[in-house]
Every structure is written in structure tokens, then in C-alpha cells.
Antibody, heavy 117, light 109 residues
Framework: QVQLVQSGAEVKKPGASVKVSCKASGYTFTSYGISWVRQAPGQGLEWMGWISAYNGNTNYAQKLQGRVTMTTDTSTSTAYMELRSLRSDDTAVYYC??????????WGQGTLVTVSS | SYELTQPPSVSVSPGQTARITCSGDALPKKYAYWYQQKSGQAPVLVIYEDSKRPSGIPERFSGSSSGTMATLTISGAQVEDEADYYCYSTDSSGNHRGVFGGGTKLTVL
């Protein structure tokens, strides 16, 4: 069965960086991409971007361009999302999801990132 | 930037049909996807490519799309269907950037 297991909760200070991991299993990792989606407390879902696990091509949300980097490690079937220059409004649950071309199907359990001084 | 518009809330009694709409200018050319999110849980895909249902999703969930509006229909809504529902699609600019609707809280009582 398809499973995506994310790394644990993080607490960061403003201006710092965070890197969230997402380990995939139950399917051929390089046949799909990984989308990242975040959800601020009490708010809706926000699409952050997508990376192809086949060739590493990326497509980022315009508002995060320059602050976000998505990568994959095909040897371990793991995707990573790094967000830099953190602000308080980056506090959110961050989800990874399997996605053929961007549209998510199976989701990870979520990782809470708290940005606080 | 591209937006998808959903009603904030929909309320039905158990056994009634719930319809949740999603409007967007690119929907005539782009597929809509629907996700169910229960409190404290990760989203679950319930409809993909406008009207297809993933395995394991009850038959009471169906989807359709016409013009600039996509619709999620829950026929005979159950109490356990109470959740937030989000539509998702991409813009038509060629960037293929994803966007979620603002979400609709479905109350079944």
C-alpha cells in the first residue's frame, strides 16, 4: 500500500530554515512526483509546489519562489522541502503528497512547523 | 493569481443530497479534484479528473463539471461525511501551478 511518512514537528525562530522529509513506499518512486501543501492553523490548504521524482524538475508557487527548495533522493525514495527565512506566518502543518503531475492523491500525515521567537 | 471559489458552508440533514460547488475560469480546460479533510487528519482524495472515484470511496460521492463550475455531490449524506471539502485544479497559463479552493464546511445534522 502507498505510504508517505514525514519527519517530526519542528520549532524554529524567525529567519531560520526548516527542512521536512517525506519517505515514500508501496510504489515506484520515480514514476510519480511529490507535491507539498501547507495549512496554517484554522485555514485552508495552500499548494506550495511539485517536484518530479523522475528528473527533479520543479514547479513552485509564485509567492514562495526564492524561499523554497524541493529535492528528492531516489536511492532512499525520500523527498525534501526546505523553506528559508521563516516568518511567523509560515507556521503551519506541511503535507507531502504523491502527485503524477501536481494533483495529489496519497498524502503524508503532516508535519507541524512552528515559527516563534 | 488564479482562484477557485467555494461556498464557506453547506448544511444538510442525514440522507439528503449535498452539493458543493467550485468555480474557476480555467475549469472548462482543466480537471477538478476534490478532497475530504476531517478534523485533525490529512486530506483524502474523493474525486479525481472531474468525476472519477478512487477505489475505497463510497459510491454516494460523485463529481461533475460544466463550464466554469465543478460540483461534488454526496447522495444520501451520512453523519460521517461531515468534514471540510476542498477543490483543486491548475491554472491555464501554462505554468501548471496548483490552486485549492477556500474549502467548504459540510455539516450533516
Amino acid at each position: 500500500q502507498v505510504q508517505l511518512v514525514q519527519s517530526g514537528a519542528e520549532v524554529k525562530k524567525p529567519g531560520a530554515s526548516v527542512k521536512v522529509s517525506c519517505k515514500a513506499s508501496g510504489y515506484t518512486f520515480t514514476s510519480y512526483g511529490i507535491s507539498w501543501v501547507r495549512q496554517a492553523p484554522g485555514q485552508g490548504l495552500e499548494w506550495m509546489g511539485w517536484i518530479s521524482a523522475y528528473n527533479g524538475n520543479t514547479n513552485y508557487a509564485q509567492k514562495l519562489q526564492g524561499r523554497v527548495t524541493m529535492t528528492t533522493d531516489t536511492s532512499t525514495s525520500t523527498a525534501y522541502m526546505e523553506l528559508r527565512s521563516l516568518r511567523s506566518d509560515d507556521t503551519a502543518v506541511y503535507y507531502c503528497a504523491r502527485a503524477k503531475t501536481g494533483d495529489p492523491d496519497y498524502w503524508g500525515q503532516g508535519t507541524l512547523v512552528t515559527v516563534s521567537s | 493569481s488564479y482562484e477557485l471559489t467555494q461556498p464557506p458552508s453547506v448544511s444538510v440533514s442525514p440522507g439528503q443530497t449535498a452539493r458543493i460547488t467550485c468555480s474557476g475560469d480555467a475549469l472548462p480546460k482543466k480537471y477538478a479534484y476534490w478532497y475530504q479533510q476531517k478534523s485533525g487528519q490529512a486530506p483524502v482524495l474523493v474525486i479525481y479528473e472531474d468525476s472519477k472515484r478512487p477505489s475505497g470511496i463510497p459510491e454516494r460521492f460523485s463529481g461533475s463539471s460544466s463550464g466554469t463550475m465543478a460540483t461534488l455531490t454526496i447522495s444520501g449524506a451520512q453523519v460521517e461525511d461531515e468534514a471540510d471539502y476542498y477543490c483543486y485544479s491548475t491554472d491555464s497559463s501554462g505554468n501548471h501551478r496548483g490552486v485549492f479552493g477556500g474549502g467548504t464546511k459540510l455539516t450533516v445534522l
